[in-house]
């Protein structure tokens, strides 16, 4: 099974950096993904890491150690819309070409003035 | 990019009554789709991973007599919840599988009254 953990929330200035941490324990593991969720709709898709380092999107990176089990997911030049839930995704091997996601609680990120 | 559906959006029931809800993946098939159920401030959990032309997987505490899934297409899946009861009420939000991504739909609201 997996154990995934994520801050719950946090709060940021517009236009400032902020960092969402995840770590995780699992077995069989086939990727990281990170999902930006606003109340009352689904997860959007934010970023993808199956390989350790950085990947980087726009104003949004997302970093890999499998070795330590860790993600993180940064957020650049902050806008008050990049308020909402960030959730943390793994990826697991379930065997015979099967695989599924397990979702950390999600941090809610508040973005203010 | 690939697009999934759900309908309804959303829907108020009485407590005993059943409540089928549809997943479409509308561009992409879908041999695999996921059915997720997310409670107000909580993460996404699984209940069950559809399989085009076979039983679903359900995951464990879901009960698979109570929620019943249907994935008779490589483009449909539905989820039937059956005798609903308030505890019931969540937001029920599917996913459709194309390579290695997930792809979900807008979910459904559900209320049992």
């Known amino acids: 099974g997996q154990n995934i953990d994520q801050p719950t929330e946090m709060t940021a200035t517009e236009g400032a950096i902020v960092q969402i941490n995840c770590t995780y324990q699992?077995?069989?593991?086939?990727?990281l993904f990170w999902y930006q969720q606003h109340a009352g709709e689904a997860p959007t898709f934010l970023s993808y890491?199956?390989?350790?380092g950085l990947e980087e999107k726009g104003r949004f990176s997302s970093f890999l150690s499998r070795s330590k089990g860790y993600s993180y997911l940064l957020l650049k030049e902050l806008q008050m819309k990049d308020s909402a839930s960030y959730l943390c995704?793994?990826?697991?091997?379930?065997?015979?070409?099967?695989?599924?996601?397990?979702f950390g609680k999600g941090t809610k990120l508040s973005v203010i003035p | 990019g690939a697009v999934v559906s759900q309908h309804p959006s959303w829907v108020i029931c009485k407590s005993g009554t059943s409540v089928k809800i549809e997943c479409r993946s509308l561009?992409?098939?879908?041999?695999?789709m996921f059915w997720y159920r997310q409670f107000p401030k909580q993460s996404l959990m699984l209940m069950a991973t559809?399989?085009?032309?076979?039983?679903?997987?359900?995951e464990q505490g879901v009960e698979k007599d109570k929620f019943l899934i249907n994935h008779a297409s490589l483009t449909l899946s539905t989820l039937t919840v059956t005798s609903a009861h308030p505890e019931d009420s969540s937001f029920y939000i599917c996913?459709?599988?194309?390579?290695?991504?997930?792809?979900f739909g807008p979910g459904t609201r559900l209320t049992v009254l």
């Open positions: 995704a793994v990826r697991d091997n379930t065997g015979a070409g099967s695989y599924q996601l397990t």
């Open positions: 699992t077995s069989g593991f086939n990727g």
């Open positions: 561009d992409f098939q879908a041999t695999t």
């Open positions: 559809s399989n085009e032309g076979s039983k679903a997987t359900y």
């Open positions: 890491n199956v390989l350790d």
């Open positions: 996913s459709a599988r194309r390579n290695n991504e997930q792809f």
